[in-house]
């Protein structure tokens, strides 16, 4: 039986469980398709640079806030990246 979330519904646990887990990361890294819209919903609310696998292995990042959708170059070093995927066995 397959039990489907709402975007409010995850929203919500993002805010309230999964938001107090993390600790200071310096990239948000999804998994493409299920880690997107989680990844970009931490990386807003914690104003954190996002990226896609496939960008963080081309050295490209989208930076955090208003005008955070262009993509550049990443040449800082990064210590700790949080990598994000919805799915789990």
């Not at 997107?36 to 896609?52: D, E």
């Not at 696998?53 to 800082?76: Q, V």
């Amino acid at each position: 039986m397959f039990h489907y979330m709402t975007v409010a519904n995850i929203n919500h646990d993002i805010i309230h469980n999964l938001l107090p887990k993390i600790p200071k990361v310096d990239l948000v890294v999804a998994i493409p398709r299920d880690g997107i819209l989680a990844g970009i919903l931490v990386s807003l609310y914690r104003n954190i640079p996002f990226c896609t696998i496939d960008e963080f292995c081309n050295g490209k990042i989208s930076l955090p806030g208003i005008k955070h959708r262009k993509a550049k170059d990443f040449n800082t070093s990064l210590n700790n990246i949080l990598v994000i995927d919805d799915m789990c066995a």
